[in-house]
């Protein structure tokens, strides 16, 4: 791709504590990933000790991003922070157990009911952690998650699943380069956007908010279903078996086995050290 990439940042001059908070939450949850999983200790305590320095950033210095980084307006437009220094605020309680951080998740937390999680809308995964905190029955928890799951795959006014492929009803029309023009793929396995706020769909290609096939909630459904499973079926919980590393100045590569008696798999991590773009 021969195009300019121009990078932005927000600063004590240039307010951002919405997209510092989320940036707080992603270091924050990949402390204990990194900590508990990966048993990478020193790299997991440099990603809490930066999420911590962030976050007192975020709150000293509050703001939209979008209200000094103009160009993202139109396209990731932030309506405030509330939701995003709660979300931060929770993951930090989480890592550190300081019961600071929960009241101020508490004291950030915006009114209303939550629905979605998108790129302005946090309320969802700060609820989440804060009814947590708070002692939430796990077993409400897990009523809630299939609820959601059997929506998205056709319990709704609608009566269609928003998974391409699953069902007899499903999104005939994704924006998706994969199935563009006259469907020459069938993008079997995808979950498109869905409907809005409220439970309104149409299933046109140009409507890329409903009709998107995107990485990020996609990797969520297809988390979700994979808890669901084990749930359900209550494997044995594998456990990392990393059995080798291989290094360069620049990449870390980590891969093992994980395996039960339902499946077997490879992983393989790559993690970039180096300041540039991956590239080929």
Known sequence: MHMGRPAYKVNTGCHGSDVAGNTVAAMASGYLIFKDICGDAAFADSLLAAAKSLYTFAKNNRGKYTDCVTQ?????????????????????????????????????????????????????????????????????????????????????????????????????????????????NVLKGGLVGGPDQGDNYDDRRDDYVKNEVACDYNAGFQGALAVHIILLLTPPKPSPNCIRNQSSPRVVTRYGLNQTHLFAEIEICDRNQSNLWARR
């Not at 307006?73 to 550190?96: C, M, N, P, Q, V």
């Not at 609820?127 to 056709?154: C, F, H, R, V």
Request: hydrophobic share 30%; net charge negative; proline share 4%.
């Open 72 to 184: 993202a307006r139109d396209f990731y437009g932030s309506s405030g922070d509330a939701d995003e220094l709660s979300a931060a605020a929770i993951w930090l309680h989480k890592s550190t157990g300081d019961n600071g951080y929960l009241q101020d998740a508490k004291s950030f937390y915006p009114a209303g009911t939550a629905w979605g999680f998108n790129w302005n809308d946090a309320n969802v995964g700060a609820a989440t952690g804060k009814s947590a905190a708070d002692g939430l029955s796990p077993d409400e928890y897990k009523k809630y998650a299939m609820s959601q799951i059997n929506y998205i795959l056709g319990d709704n006014k609608l009566h269609i699943s928003y998974e391409i492929g699953f069902g007899n009803r499903y999104p005939k029309k994704p924006h998706h380069r994969g199935s563009w023009a006259d469907n020459p």
